[in-house]
């Protein structure tokens, strides 16, 4: 086990390594930054004194070593167009973002999560037809098309909930949260339910999909046969049993909707990262562009490093010998 | 261990140069399992945490030769090292230690299988068709790409083959869901013998079939081994087919070859307490309603492969156990009437 | 075959989302010869034309059923060429994804090594790395265009082919088959072509309706956050994000057509992916 | 004595895409408490419908169309889900053909046991526990306490298919179905396995209907054999006459077909064809187009042939030769 | 009372010298005032400053006004502009605000509220640079060097200023928000409070102007402006900006994105030759630009400065489309069967800027030339267009000081480094002539002459058509009617909490 979490370790190590040196390179084949900051009538020496402030006249190797050499001292750098660093700027908008994804990847889990199980266990039910058609809605339909729906609806006519931004955040630990309180909580809904969708759709699926396979085996029929009844063998047996490859998605779902936050957060106006980096792509602020990519990939690995982990916790199979 | 010593009667000889009527040797064929060792285990072994190592000796220093015409048996429990010995002998693994060589020359080169010469049936006859392609193109292919027959050949040789394992030529445009399992495997011997071969490794060809098909097999089989005159590894975990189809049987225990001699000896008279225990296990079928239906189990499990137990294998299970068995392991030797046991007490 | 279909046809939803992707296809094939309007051809739009509700008769003497853009332009002729762009723009992208991900795949699950090591370490890291973020980067990267967008499209769609494709190589081969081939001998191209990817098709089959879908939905999004295709050149999704102005202003049917008429698309075609991944299901199948 | 299980007639199908798959077509069948009783016949010959048709677990598209299945004077057939549940596993109990696959594998084998133990009545956790480890003990687990909180992959094959019949036992059920528990197994544990069930059934007074396709193992386990071929019965009777003398030309072919009643190295006396499909059979005999003694007559639906106990289905049944 | 506005884009930090972007100048100048002022029609007017007059060729006298004191409550001085010029001397980020002080040579205070300013020559607009002197605290911004400044600023310690509202917080991309300061010189502002939220993206803008999350907006998209005017609950007003829209054409002698119909190279650059460009100009309808693409939200335009500006030429005309006329030149240049060009716009910069853009390629395509249009994000096409990799531009530029030559120096004179003229000038244009009127009007100090040197250099553009002026850029701000009132919109759109006055309750 010590070994794979090292492995594991290792790996993701390289992989990030990897990320940052791609993100570098892509970011800064996307252009350059001064002409789109420096007003028109600057002048040839101010023009030529921002570059070099912000190191970009050195070769590009130069500046990702630098770069690395700043990351290892925690440093991510100042924002081109703030002149506050990075890390400051991102880590304050975070949590409006972890806020975001985890309400909508906890909505399509605990109602996805049931009603995929519902589906898979009656596949000819008519509700459950009914269920799968909102999944295949859910999945198709354009997030941000969704989301505008949604405020036309429920902010601009009907007049219910909030349009968009995120209202009063209680503090606590030091950072601010909006579903403490019951106005915070209107605000939060909207966006929520729109990034939601598809991971409701996702999660849907795939419980379906599990339960369906499950209920055909020999361990149903085996717990039928001792006398269970229907629904503890779906609580105990097939939901633990789907749990797993559903963690995986869980994790990779929850990352990639901070990804997705880029659009939903754009449409209501919700300050979290994803919108500071729509706002830094149009504006080429190239270290919080940077800083956002690291950090994501940051993300990304850590949760399937903690997704790994926790297939063992729940797969007792995984717990001896480490490896799957 | 010296050579000689582990040869015995069976493998015994040079076998450097091909011997007319020993198409098969086998050498001190050992197989380990040894997955390497990932960074991250070996730092952690390096911290002083415990590392498994999950290596398994699936066949350890087996010696054997099969004689031209002839049909060896291989029998065991599951998981003895049965499969993995007949890949060696096939050619299709490389074996860690030792060599095999088939009509005198190495049926693998580095890591690919390079004759011909070999070749195999395996068990399931669902599985070891290629379900998308039509049963005259298996059949027809390998023979094809060694140029065994030429294209505008290849059609003809198939009916023939299709022919003389019973089954109708117009089926070559057929796919295999569209045939029972039965004649499934008739067509995968077709595929085996249309290559041609000197020798066949089966690897137990019957054993998902049913009892009337697998009848019907064995039948064939019987048939084209007279006809062709075919030598034979017949491998099985069910003592009765093997006693059916072999001149000679091996019987296997955790990787090692415990005994082996004539079939009809080794089932009359066996002499290693495995293969005693294993013949009083086998349910007979009982025909009088008098006679006791009697089980003689074998005390214990297998042990796991991962960690066999030192000395004789057997021991934790052997009625007959001593000191010695715990602490030495009984070499193959050849008995006074001709059989090979490996056991400090027969 | 003609059993795929009859099993296929018990599902009347599943024959009816086939129908509308069928009839989708010939509209967008065919949609020069009945459009009322060549929407590419700028020369013929009129500006005074613009925004006008459907019914409108414009001065091109006939009447825009569905309104029409803000450019003037009709809109029922701008969805019917819109679906062309679109589907054209996540097939090619589905299917260079397709041919990319699946030789990747197979390939590292034949050879193993570090081949496998490094590529399926790159695919799951793309796996786990948003789509739209990876397009985003790029499409601001590359530029503009169907080339850029096709390679944006693929770069965020390859991946799943490849894992697909591993997945399903590495399961094929452990079978008997591919052993009794390697057994025979046959060279590995031959075991590889001849025998694995066969097999491996079903899956990636139905990866790549479903990637086709989220290709075109992909499409739609990066259009909307203003790096999708040429305004001239407007697919499904350039045609939603140039009527999302007017969404609040009641001129909605801009965005609201060729909305649905994406909704109807990426619907049918996931149906139509739901029903073909069940009937390859061995498990599910009576 | 009056029979435990009194079967009439049973029809079980499955209705395909394909057609009507006629998987148990006309069961009859009765058991005296105490007593097994072995199912025989090859893949396919309706052996496990039968099993589940019994203890009401048959898979959909398949269902039970009519005949009876009585259980202690109670009728099956037709009874409410909810009732038959309270039957499964308190008063009929079965086992399963390959333990890795009926095992919860993230649940562990005490976990497993307490559900089935409360599945029947409310049990203290300690209760439960308590009784799991007592009747894993019943089925030679040492250590059966200490081994409650093992995974099911820590268990090696025999000792999962003992958890499963510990599960079964866990009620004291009147009658257990067993579907080709040992299959599975290695010949040394398989042999292990049937002396303890032997055991077990002898001790407990349950009655067992053991399924299987290995004719010797059923002949040295039951007291009664049906031979089942097409998803019918063709011919029942105590063990040892059955199979010493069959009447059934499809019981001789199969008993014919065993290398170990042949010579070794000698052709065996094989049943051309092959089984045939259950959805187009034509009337008569199935076993007809197979049949050596097969001929117009077979078209025919054959006669149920009872002499002294035995039961055979078919127009020309051998001779009881001596 | 509080003052909730929903704004595009807010402050960059609460250093008013940190940058010199227009949305920075904006908020802060509630916190700070600045030297001189601009009126909502960029006319100059007294701010710190009260008078200004040249004492010779090289230097300007500034008599500042008395009594005006800092949050903190220490009086306002000489010393204090001068530190503040210094400041913006040295410091140095993406878009410093050096420029406006970049004339500046030397000062001297003549007493505590008379300052001279020596420039290195001429520099008649010097008073126009001025109006984005923020003047900060010396006393609050001592020992502060470039690093430690925007820290000091953003957590509000050097943030003192001695505008009619004090800074409370700033949150990046978020809100800016100010208190009352009630000791301001100019009088009591009725806004206890402001806040400035930023909502970038217009639907949202709307959307929360409409549920009165915010009580105002800036920028209303002109798709909404005639709703908005609908919804009884809201006010709208709109406004002429300075931002005109205009097309740049490639004067090189080789240009990338232009060929013949079938995609083969042109012997020329066809932009090159003035037929063509007055062909296209000819091709192409201001009135619907103007009225169907931006909706209403702009008017035609002839010249790149519009009305209100110092150097605009009323003799000017607006030029009106003529087809025949157009084909025919373009014959007659050689192209009777057009060209095959890109056309790159911007996309998300300024309102309508899309709209425009894809009109236009329609207009052109009238004319049989072949365009292929290219909307794309500012980010993305400015540094394409500084690298050179463009034939042509579309795109809005605004003559933010009020002062002509802001745009000819940049755009229209050749581009050299020495004179630090021509930055902007990509396309290569270079005509001996402009480049003489344009140095000399840099440096006449007499307006009159100043105005007419600057109408002549816009003569010889629209003659030369060095650039195509399109369309005025006009805004529009909506409000709720029972909360607010703007009553004066600026042409510069910046949008102060100075010109809204609550509504009075009935
Ligand atoms: N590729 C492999 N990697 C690791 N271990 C292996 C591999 N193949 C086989 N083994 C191990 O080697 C041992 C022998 O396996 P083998 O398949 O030869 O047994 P067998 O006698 O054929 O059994 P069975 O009757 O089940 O087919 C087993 O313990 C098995 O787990
Ligand atoms: N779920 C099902 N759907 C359709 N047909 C089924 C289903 N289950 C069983 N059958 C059919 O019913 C018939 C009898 O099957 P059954 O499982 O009882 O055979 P068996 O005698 O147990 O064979 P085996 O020895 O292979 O277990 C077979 O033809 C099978 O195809
Ligand atoms: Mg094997
Ligand atoms: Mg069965």
Known sequence: ?324 | ?346 | ?286 | MSALLEVRDLHTHFFTRAGVVRAVEGVSFSLARGEILGLVGESGSGKSVTGFSLIGLVDPPGRIVSGSIRFDGQELVGLPQAAMRRLRGARIAMVFQDPAATLNPVLTIGQQMALAVRAHGRASEAAARDLAARTLTRVGIPDAAARLDAYPHEFSGGMRQRVAIATALLHGPELIVADEPTTALDVSIQAQILAEMKKLAKESGTALVWISHDLATVSSLADRVLVMYAGRIVESGGVSETLRAPRHPYTRGLLDSLPATARPGEKLNQIPGSTPSLLALPPGCPFAPRCPRADAACATDPPDVVTGGRLVRCHHPLAVAA | ?506
Not at chain 3, 37 to 64: I, K, N, T
């Open chain 5, 1 to 506: 009372q509080t003052l909730n506005l929903g704004v595009r884009a807010g402050p960059e930090g609460v250093d008013p010298h940190y940058t010199a972007t227009g949305t920075h100048a904006e908020a802060l100048k509630h916190v700070f005032d600045t030297l001189v002022t601009s009126g909502d029609n960029l006319q100059l007017l007294p701010g710190i400053a009260t008078s200004w007059r040249p004492v010779d060729a090289t230097t300007w006298e500034f008599k500042l006004r008395q009594g005006v004191t800092f949050h903190d409550g220490t009086p306002l001085t000489a010393e204090d502009v001068v530190a503040s010029i210094r400041r913006m001397q040295v410091l140095s980020g993406p878009n410093p605000t050096r420029i406006y002080v970049r004339n500046v040579q030397d000062m001297r205070i003549v007493d505590p509220h008379t300052l001279h300013i020596i420039t290195a020559g001429p520099a008649p607009t010097l008073p126009n640079d001025f109006i984005r002197v923020f003047i900060t605290s010396a006393r609050a911004t001592a020992g502060l060097t470039p690093e430690t400044a925007n820290e000091a600023f953003n957590a509000g310690r050097a943030a003192i200023g001695t505008g009619p509202y004090r800074f409370v917080s700033w949150t990046p991309r978020e809100q800016f928000v100010v208190e009352r300061n009630d000791a301001y010189w100019g009088g009591r502002q009725p806004w206890a409070r402001h806040v400035r939220r930023e909502i970038p993206n217009d639907a949202q803008r709307v959307a929360q102007l409409r549920t009165g999350q915010v009580d105002m907006i800036v920028r209303v998209p002109a798709a909404d402006v005639a709703t908005l005017e609908r919804d009884r609950a809201l006010r709208v007003v709109k406004a002429e900006t300075v931002y005109v829209f205009n097309l740049q054409l490639d004067y090189r002698e080789n240009t990338p994105q232009v060929t013949a119909k079938d995609g083969s190279r042109l012997a020329a650059n066809p932009y090159r030759d003035i037929r063509v460009r007055e062909a296209m100009d000819l091709a192409i309808d201001r009135r619907a630009l103007a009225e169907i693409a931006m909706e209403g939200l702009g008017s035609p335009q002839g010249q790149m400065v519009t009305p209100g500006i110092f150097g605009f030429n009323p003799a000017i005309p607006i030029p009106t489309p003529n087809l025949p006329r157009a084909r025919a030149l373009l014959a007659e240049a050689g192209y009777p069967n057009g060209f095959r060009m890109v056309l790159n716009y911007t996309n998300n910069r300024l309102p309508g800027d899309n709209g425009v853009g894809t009109a236009l390629a329609q207009m052109f395509a009238r004319i049989g030339i072949e365009v292929q249009a290219a909307g794309q994000p500012a980010a993305v096409i400015f540094p394409a267009r500084a690298r050179g990799e463009l034939s042509n531009i579309m795109a809005g530029w605004g003559t933010l000081t009020g002062e002509a030559n802001y745009y000819y120096s940049a755009n229209a004179h050749s581009n050299n480094r020495e004179l630090r003229l021509g930055a902007f000038n990509w396309h290569g244009y270079s005509n001996p002539e402009m480049d003489r009127l344009i140095q000399a009007a840099a440096v006449e100090l007499d307006e009159k002459k100043r105005e007419q040197l600057l109408q002549e250099v816009g003569a010889l553009f629209a003659r030369d058509r060095v650039g195509i002026p399109l369309t005025a850029v006009g805004s529009a701000w909506a409000m709720r009617r029972d909360r607010v009132n703007l009553v004066r919109a600026r042409t510069d759109e910046d949008t102060l909490a100075m010109d809204i006055v609550p509504t009075t309750p009935r």
């Open chain 2, 1 to 346: 261990m010296s050579a000689p010593d582990r040869q015995g009667g069976e493998g015994s000889g040079a076998v450097d140069r091909p011997i007319p009527d020993r198409i098969l040797v086998a050498e001190g064929v050992t197989k380990r399992f040894d997955p390497r060792l990932s960074l991250g285990d070996r730092i952690a072994g390096a911290l002083g945490a415990a590392v498994e190592r999950r290596a398994v000796q699936a066949v350890s220093d087996v010696s054997l030769a099969v004689r031209q015409g002839e049909t060896l048996g291989l029998v065991g429990e599951s998981g003895c090292g049965k499969s993995t010995l007949g890949k060696m002998l096939a050619g299709i693994m490389a074996p860690s230690a030792g060599r095999v060589l088939v009509d005198g020359v190495a049926p693998m080169q580095g890591r690919h299988k390079a004759t011909t010469r070999i070749q195999t049936v395996f068990q399931d006859p669902f599985a070891s068709l290629n379900p998308r392609m039509r049963i005259g193109a298996t059949i027809a292919e390998g023979p094809v790409a060694h140029g065994l027959v030429a294209r505008a050949q290849a059609p003809a040789m198939v009916a023939d083959w299709l022919a003389r394992v019973g089954l109708d030529p117009a089926f070559a445009s057929r796919f295999p869901h569209q045939f029972s399992g039965g004649q499934r495997q008739r067509v995968a011997i077709a595929r085996a013998l249309a290559m041609q071969p000197v020798m066949l490794v089966c690897d137990e060809p019957v054993a998902s079939l049913d009892v009337s098909i697998q009848a019907q097999i064995l039948n064939l089989f019987l048939d084209l081994r007279r006809d062709l005159g075919l030598t034979c590894v017949f491998i099985s975990h069910d003592l009765s087919v093997v006693r059916h189809v072999s001149d000679r049987v091996a019987i296997m225990y955790l990787g090692r070859i415990v005994e082996s001699g004539a079939a009809a000896r080794i089932y009359t008279a066996p002499r290693h307490p495995y293969t005693q225990g294993l013949l009083d296990s086998v349910p007979k079928l009982r025909l009088e309603a008098d006679d006791l239906a009697t089980f003689k189990p074998i005390a214990g499990e297998l042990p796991s492969p991962l960690s066999p137990p030192p000395g004789c294998a057997f021991h934790p299970r052997c009625p007959k156990a001593t000191e010695i068995c715990r602490a030495e392991r009984p070499l193959l030797t050849p008995r006074e009437d001709g059989a090979l046991v490996a056991c400090h007490h027969a």
């Open chain 3, 1 to 286: 075959m003609t059993n795929f279909w009859r099993i296929y046809r018990e599902n009347w939803v599943a024959v009816v989302a086939l129908a509308v992707v069928v009839l989708v296809v010939l509209a967008a094939v065919t949609a020069p010869l009945f459009a009322p309007q060549d929407p590419y051809d700028l020369a013929g739009l009129d500006l005074m034309d613009a925004r006008r509700p459907p019914g409108y008769e414009g001065s091109g003497g006939f009447v825009h059923w569905l309104g029409t853009d803000a450019q003037g332009r009709d809109l029922l002729s701008a969805i019917l060429y819109g679906l062309r762009i679109s589907l054209q723009m996540g097939l090619a992208a589905g299917a260079v994804a397709m041919t990319l991900g699946a030789a990747l795949g197979i390939l590292s699950a034949h050879l193993g090594g570090w081949v496998e090591a490094v590529v399926m370490r790159v695919v799951d890291l793309q796996l786990s790395f948003p789509a739209i973020l990876l397009a985003l980067v790029l499409v601001a990267m590359l530029g503009q265009g169907k080339t850029q967008l096709i390679i944006a499209l693929v770069a965020a769609q390859y991946a799943y082919f490849a894992r697909t494709a591993y997945g399903a190589a590495t399961a094929e081969r452990q079978k008997d088959y591919v052993e009794a081939a390697s057994a025979t001998p046959l060279p590995g191209w031959r075991v590889v072509l001849r025998h694995i990817l066969p097999n491996c098709l079903p899956p990636l089959i139905v990866v790549g309706t479903v990637q086709v879908a989220n290709a075109i939905a992909l499409e739609a999004t990066l259009s909307f956050l203003g790096l999708g295709l040429p305004p001239t050149e407007p697919s499904l999704g350039m045609l939603i994000a140039n009527g999302f102005p007017y969404m609040m202003s009641g001129r909605s049917w801009i965005s609201v057509y060729p909305g649905i008429a994406l909704i109807v698309l990426i619907v049918a075609i996931n149906i139509v992916g739901d029903q073909i991944r069940d009937q390859f299901n061995p498990r599910l199948t009576r």
């Open chain 1, 1 to 324: 086990m010590l070994g794979f979490i090292i492995q594991r370790l290792l790996q993701s190590l390289l992989v990030m390594l990897a990320m940052s040196a791609l993100v570098f390179a892509g970011v800064y084949a996307i252009g350059n930054p001064i002409d789109v900051l420096i007003s028109p009538d600057a002048t040839q020496q101010i023009r030529e004194d921002a570059i070099r402030h912000y190191g970009l006249d050195l070769p590009l190797w130069r500046q990702y070593l630098a770069f690395l050499g700043r990351l290892l001292a925690g440093d991510f750098g100042r924002s081109f167009v703030f002149d506050i660093p990075v890390l400051e700027l991102v880590l304050a908008r975070l949590p409006a973002t972890l806020e975001l994804a985890l309400a909508s990847v906890l909505i399509g889990a605990f109602i996805g999560i049931p009603l995929g199980i519902y589906a898979g266990y009656r596949p000819e039910a008519a509700s459950s037809r009914a269920i799968m058609a909102v999944s295949v809605l859910g999945f198709s339909v354009p997030t941000f098309w969704v989301g505008l729906l949604l405020i036309l609806t429920f902010a601009v006519n009907l007049d219910w909930l909030p349009a968009g931004d995120r209202g009063p955040v209680v503090e606590v630990f030091g950072v601010g949260w909006s579903f403490l309180t019951a106005e915070g909580l209107t605000f939060l809904i909207l966006p929520a339910l729109n990034l939601s969708l598809f991971k409701l759709a996702m999660m849907i699926r795939l419980a379906r999909a599990g339960t369906r396979e499950i209920m055909l085996t020999d361990t149903v029929k085996f717990a039928r046969a001792a006398g269970l009844a229907e629904f503890t063998i779906l609580r105990r047996h097939v939901l633990r049993l789907i749990s797993i490859p559903l963690v995986t998605v869980f994790g990779l779902e929850f990352a990639s909707t901070l990804a997705f936050a880029v659009v939903t957060e754009t449409i209501f106006s919700w300050p979290g990262v994803g919108k500071l980096i729509i706002d830094s792509i149009t504006s080429l602020d190239r270290p919080v562009m940077v800083a956002y990519l690291v950090l994501v990939a940051f993300l990304f690995v850590t949760i399937n490093l903690v997704v790994d982990l926790s297939y063992a916790l729940l797969d007792p199979r995984l717990r001896r010998g480490g490896r799957a």
